[in-house]
Structures are given as structure tokens and as C-alpha cells.
């Protein structure tokens, strides 16, 4: 039998899926960081840090202010719960979660078999292989090599820095913690337990356990969802998510609103997603949180259009460069393009968009985010510029608070 749930209670069940909705804990330490993590099953990678590096963000949306030098020690001290792969894109996942994408390793290797720099770079990649035995783990930086130069204008990586990536694909190398942010790269080996490194989980299997996955961190959704949390594709996934529903994990709903030419599009609740009432939360979300990744997912979800303007030239943006959603509660009220302004010690809102009326009806809160946003970054103040139609009320507001 298949449920039916209005679009409002979808969002609060993907929300609550999510982590938001539950009471901001007292003091923030490492439990209460692996408990999210795991919750999340990833965080994505960016390097942009115009505001904050997006892997910080989606725990300051649901946790509130932390100390990330926590999240630092678990993220990228190896050996440790995690460790870096392939996962949604670039992601933290858990280390025992790494022989799940097994699979996809080797399809890479596949892949890159007939790639004509792999096959013109054999003894680069054996050099490599031998060199990170003798010396690992190691950052492509430290690696002296004759064909270790930057080309291009903006970043350029070098034969060394992309030989490692492609091992890095294959899973023949792990990221070995950061240092600035820059991967430093060890054999497998020299990284993770030989239990994980041992363990063999055929495509299958791995589908069907990243679909439940996917399922829990979602609450509810599309096949399209589901399979998009951990890139999946192929006819596997109607197959696991036949497999899920057969089992009882996954439950037919149809949810008010969601449709594609004028049908209800499938969709299925999680058989342990919360159904709460209410959702309760502030929240500043990176462009790369788990809320806002898959923006079809978010017009539906929230009626929201959203598109990251990053590589936009500036003259054809239309919000700003590093524009957050902020949810107030079950909505997406809002746009802010924010940068901290390390040096002058202030958090620069550059644009503020309402989204209609409820951007202004919330710029109390807002405002109230923004300040505690800013003692997290270690800045003294918010100076909201005049760019966007929420801009002079949110000034008036930080002027308040």
C-alpha cells in the first residue's frame, strides 16, 4: 500500500533526516562530530573558503559554533575513522565505508585503461608507486620531480600531482591527511586497516547498502535522489531499490506537488525517518550541504532555484559569488553571498535576497545567524553591504542585535 504526505511533511522528514530539528547540544565535541558524520554518511569537499572550506559548514548548520580544529583532528590524522574517496564527489566518508566503492575504483581503472596519459605515463605512475613505498605518505608538492611544474593561469596540477589522482581513483593510494589543505597520499596500505583494505563488497551488494544509506540521510525521495547521494547509476539501482522495498526498509509514498507531466513521481519514506511535526532550526547551507546538492531535489522540495554562481563572470551573476541558502525552520527563506574579511576582522554580507516575503518576516533571525556565524569565524563584526532587496532591512536588524 502506498502512503500519501503533503509536501510540507516531506520537507520536515527530509529535514530531520538531515540532523536539523533536534535541540543544539550544549558543548560540541568529538561524540557529538561522529555521531553527524555518520548520520550524513559524507561531507563534500571544496576548496573555496571565501567564507569557510564547505566541509565546516554543514556541521556549524546543525550543531552550531564548534571548535574545528575537532573536526581537523578527525578528518585528517590518519589513521582515523575517515578517510577521503570518490563518494558523492570529493568527500570525508567513514573509513569502513571506503570497501563500498570498491566497484567504482575498479571502473576507473577500466576506464583509464585506454586514457592516452596513463598509457603515455607508465613508468611515471611505477615511479610513483615505488616512490611513495620508499618515502610515503607524502603531498605531491614534496615529490621532486622534473615534470613536477604548475601549468595554466589558475591552478595547473603537474604529471606528478596527476598521476597521484588517478591512483587516487583506482584506490591503489588514500589521502594520508592534509597539510594546508593539500592531500598528502599514501598506498593503501600504509593507511588503512588491512581489514578494510581486505574486505570485498561485489557492486550489488554495494548498491543496495549505499541505496539504504541514501535512503535513511534523505528520509524520503525519488530513485533519482537516492541514487544521486552516492552517484549511483545503471539498472542496479531499480534493483536495489526493488530489493529495499521487498524488504520493508523502503515504503511507497506518493507526496503531494511532486510530479513530472502531471503524474506523481515514485517515491519512498525510509521505515525509520522521523515524521516530527515541526522543524525548528536557523541555518546558513553551503552550496555543497546535502539539503541543496540536487537542485532539482530543491525546487521541488522547497521551491527553490538554485544555481552556485561561483564561475559565473561576475557582470552575469545574479545573487553573488558564494551565495548560502538560509533555511529558517521547514524553509529556504533566503540568499546570502558572504566572505570573511579576515584581515579588516568582519563578515561581509556583499548581497541579501528574500525569497518573496520570507526573507524579511525571519531578518530577526537572520540577522541573529549572522552574528553567531561571525563569532565562529573569530570575526568582531557584520557589515551587510547594499546589494539585494533584503540588504536594508538585514542592516537594520544587525544594527539591533
Same mark, same amino acid.
Given at each position: 500500500m502506498t502512503e500519501t504526505m503533503s509536501a510540507a511533511t516531506a520537507r520536515r522528514v527530509a529535514l530531520a533526516a538531515q540532523g536539523f530539528g533536534r535541540a543544539a547540544p550544549a558543548a560540541v565535541g568529538t561524540r557529538q562530530l561522529n555521531a553527524l558524520i555518520e548520520r550524513l554518511g559524507l561531507l563534500q569537499i571544496d576548496s573555496v573558503n571565501v567564507f569557510e572550506r564547505s566541509h565546516y559548514l554543514p556541521v556549524f548548520a546543525r550543531l552550531g559554533p564548534y571548535d574545528r580544529s575537532l573536526l581537523d583532528r578527525q578528518l585528517f590524522t590518519p589513521p582515523g575513522r575517515y578517510v577521503e574517496y570518490l563518494a558523492h564527489v570529493a568527500c570525508f566518508i567513514p573509513t569502513a565505508s571506503w570497501p563500498l566503492f570498491r566497484w567504482r575504483m575498479d571502473a576507473y581503472r577500466a576506464k583509464h585503461s585506454t586514457d592516452p596519459w596513463v598509457l603515455a605515463n607508465?613508468?611515471?605512475?611505477?615511479?610513483?608507486?615505488?616512490?611513495?613505498? @620508499?618515502?610515503?605518505?607524502? =603531498?605531491?608538492? !614534496?615529490? $621532486?620531480?622534473?615534470?613536477?611544474?604548475?601549468?595554466?593561469?589558475?591552478? *595547473? %596540477?603537474?604529471?606528478?600531482?596527476?598521476?597521484?589522482?588517478?591512483?587516487?581513483?583506482?584506490?591503489?593510494?588514500?589521502?594520508?591527511?592534509?597539510?594546508?589543505?593539500?592531500?598528502?597520499?599514501?598506498?593503501?596500505?600504509?593507511?588503512?586497516?588491512?581489514?578494510?583494505?581486505?574486505?570485498?563488497?561485489?557492486?550489488?551488494?554495494?548498491?543496495?547498502?549505499?541505496?539504504?544509506?541514501?535512503?535513511?540521510?534523505?528520509?524520503?525521495?525519488?530513485?533519482?535522489?537516492?541514487?544521486?547521494?552516492?552517484?549511483?547509476?545503471? @539498472?542496479?539501482?531499480?534493483? =536495489?531499490?526493488? !530489493?529495499? $522495498?521487498?524488504?520493508?526498509?523502503?515504503?511507497?509514498?506518493?507526496?503531494? *506537488? %511532486?510530479?513530472?507531466?502531471?503524474?506523481?513521481?515514485?517515491?519512498?519514506?525510509?521505515?525509520?525517518?522521523?515524521?516530527?511535526?515541526?522543524?525548528?532550526?536557523?541555518?546558513?547551507?553551503?552550496?555543497?550541504?546535502?539539503?541543496?546538492?540536487?537542485?532539482?531535489?530543491?525546487?521541488?522540495?522547497?521551491?527553490?532555484?538554485?544555481?552556485?554562481?561561483?564561475?559565473?563572470?561576475?557582470?552575469?551573476?545574479?545573487?553573488?559569488?558564494?551565495?548560502?541558502?538560509?533555511?529558517?525552520?521547514?524553509r529556504l527563506v533566503g540568499r546570502l553571498d558572504l566572505k570573511s574579511d579576515r584581515q579588516n576582522g568582519v563578515l561581509r554580507v556583499q548581497a541579501a535576497w528574500s525569497e518573496g516575503e520570507a526573507g524579511f518576516a525571519g531578518v530577526d533571525r537572520i540577522a541573529a545567524l549572522l552574528r553567531e556565524a561571525a563569532a565562529w569565524q573569530g570575526l568582531g563584526d557584520v557589515v551587510v553591504m547594499g546589494r539585494g532587496d533584503l540588504a536594508p532591512a538585514l542592516a537594520a536588524a544587525v544594527a539591533r542585535t
Open positions: 607508465g613508468a611515471m605512475l611505477d615511479w610513483l608507486r615505488s616512490e611513495l613505498a @620508499a618515502n610515503g605518505p607524502i =603531498a605531491a608538492s !614534496e615529490i $621532486e620531480h622534473d615534470a613536477n611544474k604548475r601549468r595554466g593561469p589558475w591552478w *595547473g %596540477w603537474s604529471d606528478v600531482k596527476e598521476g597521484l589522482e588517478y591512483l587516487f581513483w583506482w584506490g591503489e593510494v588514500v589521502s594520508a591527511g592534509r597539510n594546508r589543505f593539500e592531500r598528502r597520499y599514501g598506498l593503501a596500505e600504509q593507511v588503512l586497516p588491512a581489514s578494510v583494505i581486505d574486505e570485498v563488497v561485489d557492486q550489488a551488494d554495494a548498491f543496495r547498502e549505499l541505496l539504504s544509506r541514501a535512503a535513511l540521510a534523505h528520509g524520503v525521495g525519488t530513485a533519482r535522489d537516492f541514487a544521486d547521494y552516492y552517484r549511483l547509476k545503471g @539498472a542496479g539501482v531499480a534493483v =536495489a531499490l526493488r !530489493e529495499l $522495498e521487498d524488504s520493508g526498509e523502503l515504503i511507497p509514498v506518493t507526496v503531494q *506537488g %511532486w510530479e513530472r507531466a502531471g503524474k506523481p513521481l515514485p517515491a519512498w519514506r525510509h521505515r525509520d525517518a522521523r515524521i516530527p511535526r515541526r522543524i525548528e532550526a536557523e541555518a546558513l547551507l553551503s552550496p555543497f550541504d546535502p539539503v541543496v546538492w540536487e537542485r532539482e531535489r530543491t525546487e521541488r522540495m522547497f521551491g527553490f532555484r538554485y544555481r552556485i554562481e561561483i564561475y559565473t563572470p561576475e557582470p552575469k551573476r545574479q545573487f553573488g559569488y558564494y551565495v548560502l541558502p538560509v533555511l529558517l525552520d521547514d
